[in-house]
């Protein structure tokens, strides 16, 4: 299939292009560079040995997201576009509803008048209310606590409701839990703008030594070591998802929603520790109070997925920090400019 993915040159997107290369597919990226650099191709070239299209532009701009659908006869679409910084959209909500929502809006708008009829879309495991059971299961209560969280929820919704007016379409939330690790080359990776605001790139960059030392945010949560737990889940494992959600998905009518997390979950310290097994040294940290918002645990069940789907995560914790820590050593400053 010819799939447009929107995003293209992001952390996701782009681990996710060079899988859809393996797999036979054509992915033709489309990105606006506001959070990605451009160098990312010549990895995915180098990896995958051809070069996909990659179209500079905005998904908020709907006659270009149409032409780019019709020229390149795209079959389905992966939508990882949007901002993604809690922080900052709790400080600029107007941007995120703009770009996360609007964008969506565009692109739907655009998919119809091309006739395109598959979307997966990148939701989150933040769509869950808070203070649930542990795991999570696609049915489990519903609520985002921040403008960013209510663009994944809002999202979700439009998808539901267009897919319910519309038989014809496909559509595909896909709520990732705490996507971490890079590629096992060591040439594509995260690479956050400024000072990371999630816990495996910041750790990275202390073992690196852009950073002194990491804050543990918090030892004083229900939990056995006292430290938040969350359900890491290698960046590739979720690019192998959207794959699988891409070949369920195209031409199955309805609206479809899957966790893709691996079931298990792992503390910040043993996630300190575990990247200090990668990287071979003792990681400073300090314990500091608990971040505003944050949950005591959040970890998936990722069984739904892997009946329908016919996928799941194997790559352990250990692999995420080796794979996370080549990247981040021979990479120390990220993609070239
Ligand atoms: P990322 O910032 O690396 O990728 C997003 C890409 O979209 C970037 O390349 C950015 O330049 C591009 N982009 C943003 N707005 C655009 C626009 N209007 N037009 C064109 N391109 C635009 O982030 P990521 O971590 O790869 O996340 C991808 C998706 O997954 C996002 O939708 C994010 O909300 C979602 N998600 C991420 C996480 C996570 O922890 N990384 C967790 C759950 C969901
Ligand atoms: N943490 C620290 N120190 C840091 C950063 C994080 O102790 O410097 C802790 C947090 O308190 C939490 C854990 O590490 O216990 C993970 O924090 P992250 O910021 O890496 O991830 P979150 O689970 O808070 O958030 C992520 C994404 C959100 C998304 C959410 C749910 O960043 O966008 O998962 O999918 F909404």
Known sequence: MQILVTGGAGYIASHTALALLERGHVPVLLDNFVNSKPAVLDRIAALAG???????GDVRDGAFVEQALREHRIDAVIHFAALKAVGESVAKPLDYYDNNIHGTLALLGAMRRAGVKTLV??????????????????????????????TKLMVENILADVAAADPSVSFTSLRYFNP?????????GEDPRGIPNNLMPFVAQVAVGRLPRLRVFGNDYPTPDGTGMRDYIHVCDLAEGHVAAIDHGHGKAGSHVFNLGTGTGSSVLDVVKAFGQACGKDLPYEVVPRRAGDVAACWADPAYAEKVLGWRATRTMQTMCEDAWRWQSANPNGYPD
């Open 50 to 56: 051809t070069r996909p299209v990659l179209l500079r």
């Open 121 to 150: 879309f990148s939701s989150s495991a933040t769509v869950y209310s808070a203070d649930q059971p542990m795991p999570l299961r696609e049915d489990g209560a519903l609520g985002a606590v921040n403008p960013y969280g209510r």
């Open 180 to 188: 971490v690790g890079a590629h096992p080359s060591g040439t594509m």
